[in-house]
């Protein structure tokens, strides 16, 4: 087969290359985006002051994805395309420098950009982390000419901070460990007199302006289930686990409590069998501060702030960038156990991820992600649309410190151990807010308008949730606007209304289920079923002849 390929004259890496192109490609055409691929798309659709100051505090991230896909709104491009294009075409540039400019073994080269992360979770899945994975690519590929060329290498770090608030993260541990290797070879005199100087104190200049882009508003409202964790639980994850699940294990998906006790212990067991081969290798080739740096950045925010399963992928493609930096500026091979041992991690690794790929694109094209389409195309083949339509909306219990007054959010069930922790130091709180909707979030653009009429009742014109703590007068303005159009045509099971309207009222509604929709959440080599169910009111359902249909 080599003879063959080798008479034809065709270029192996141009074939993989295109491959990935026209697999993605096929593959997103199948993704069903879902809230937080929506919720972005609606964000690029509201004025371009709001997105440069105003969201970002509510978001979490520099407004650069939101400014690309406005451009794609602005001219009314579908959003299957809006989000999918830019996405994609940031991943392509990613696999291309992955293939053709990184220093790894062909096979390596070949076959990483078909792990799972790579393919499917940053390529299919349209989120900024996809600008992420090409920034710390193209960092890799500059990185051997950092000194010589230091406003190219900063240009690129700046491109990873606007990425995302973990772009932040990792490119301040990778100038720290720039820095402290110059200063390592030149006087601190002439380093201040340096383009290097220069060139980091812009990107220092650049991420005190993110800063007071990103930094949360006091009114901020966000799930961090993560917080309701042990703090040792916490610490033995981030440090020692969370490389693992980065790499071939799934200890933390959507549940962050999944696995406890001696099966946790032995995750970090395994976390130190893995971790000390890589650390002994990194410290041979002189590469320890570009790993631990960034890595001590991530896991300390991992720990102490909010970390979700999909950002723990991030850490894989940082491996990637360590490796190909110390590949790159290291012509000499070091062959001891260690780097065996290291080399036998990253065999592990591809074979695990490559299977994951596979399950997950099967999943894809099976199943629907998000049930959004389907509800749209419901709604639309029954007229809908023309009656009043209300989903669940927030009116969850949180948590207050009695001693910081910090604020969390239960996003799962908790154990026995875990509540006994929030009764000791926190007070129950119930907080409803109307603007935080999932379901008009990614079955709105479907129709071009707002269908819901309890959804962003007092801003008509946001149609993204407004991640902002309602004060009591505005609930209350919104009580009195839905209350006085009435009681809703069609709601989900588990809708509140008891907010709005009295138990006699809603009552004497008689509403009854009529259909079910059903999504599945693909995550590594299995999935996670979710649904919601539809409830019409009697009268309007025999109106319209509807029959019961799961």
Request: charged share 15%; with cysteine.
């Amino acid at each position: 087969m080599q003879n063959i390929i080798s008479k034809l004259n065709i270029n192996t890496e141009k074939i993989v290359f295109i491959i990935f192109c026209i697999l993605t490609s096929i593959i997103s055409f199948y993704h069903e985006p879902w809230l937080d691929e929506f919720q972005a798309w609606a964000v690029s659709k509201d004025s371009l002051y709001n997105i440069l100051f105003v969201v970002p505090h509510y978001e979490g991230h520099p407004p650069l994805w939101h400014l690309i896909l406005k451009f794609f709104s602005y001219f009314n491009v579908p959003f299957e395309y809006g989000l999918k294009i830019p996405n994609l075409l940031f991943m392509f540039g990613a696999v291309w420098l992955l293939i053709f400019k990184s220093p790894f073994v062909k096979p390596v080269r070949l076959l990483l950009p078909f792990t799972y992360f790579i393919f499917y979770q940053y390529s299919i899945i349209s989120r900024p982390y996809s600008i992420f994975c090409f920034a710390l690519f193209l960092a890799a590929y500059f990185y051997k000419t950092k000194n010589e060329h230091p406003y190219r290498f900063a240009g690129v770090l700046a491109l990873l901070c606007l990425s995302s608030f973990y772009g932040i993260l990792f490119a301040g541990g990778i100038t720290i460990a720039w820095l402290i290797e110059v200063l390592k070879s030149v006087n601190i005199k002439v380093f201040i007199k340096s383009k290097i100087c220069y060139a980091m104190c812009a990107l220092f200049i650049l991420a005190i302006v993110l800063y007071f882009f990103i930094k949360p508003a006091k009114s901020v409202i966000y799930n961090s289930f993560a917080q309701i964790l042990s703090p040792a639980y916490k610490f033995l994850y981030a440090f020692l686990v969370a490389p693992l699940d980065s790499l071939f294990t799934d200890v933390f998906n959507y549940y962050p409590e999944s696995i406890v006790g001696l099966a946790f212990f032995i995750y970090c067991l395994l976390g130190l069998v893995v971790i000390i081969p890589i650390l002994q290798v990194l410290k041979a080739y002189k590469k320890l501060c570009l790993y631990a740096i960034p890595f001590l950045l991530f896991a300390t925010f991992v720990m102490f702030v909010y970390v979700s399963c999909h950002h723990i992928g991030l850490l894989s493609i940082f491996y990637v960038f360590v490796a190909w930096c110390v590949i790159d500026t290291r012509k000499d091979v070091i062959n001891n156990i260690w780097t065996k041992v290291v080399k036998f991690i990253l065999v592990v690794t591809l074979i695990v991820q490559l299977s994951w790929s596979y399950s997950a694109t099967m999943n894809e094209i099976k199943l629907p992600y998000c049930f959004s389409k389907n509800v749209a195309n419901f709604i639309k083949q029954y007229g809908l649309d023309k009656y009043k339509i209300s989903m669940v909306w927030y009116a969850k219990e949180y948590y207050i410190s009695k001693s910081t007054s910090e604020r969390i959010y239960v996003k799962s069930a908790l154990n026995e151990a875990q509540q006994k922790i929030l009764d000791e130091k926190f007070d129950k709180v119930t907080e409803i807010n109307f603007n935080l909707q999932d379901m008009p979030v990614i079955i709105n653009p479907y129709f071009g308008r707002n269908i819901f009429y309890t959804y962003n009742v007092l801003n008509p014109e946001k149609e993204y949730q407004i991640r902002e703590k309602m004060s009591d007068s505005d609930i209350e303005r919104t009580k009195s606007i839905i209350k006085e159009q009435g009681l809703p045509d069609i709601i989900t099971k588990n809708v509140q209304l008891n907010s709005v309207f009295t138990d006699e009222e809603i009552a004497n509604a008689n509403y009854v289920p009529f259909k079910e929709f059903y999504g599945y959440r693909i995550w590594k080599n299995y999935y996670t079923t979710y649904s919601f169910t539809f409830h019409i009111r009697k009268a309007l359902s025999d109106e319209l002849q509807l029959n019961n249909s799961n």
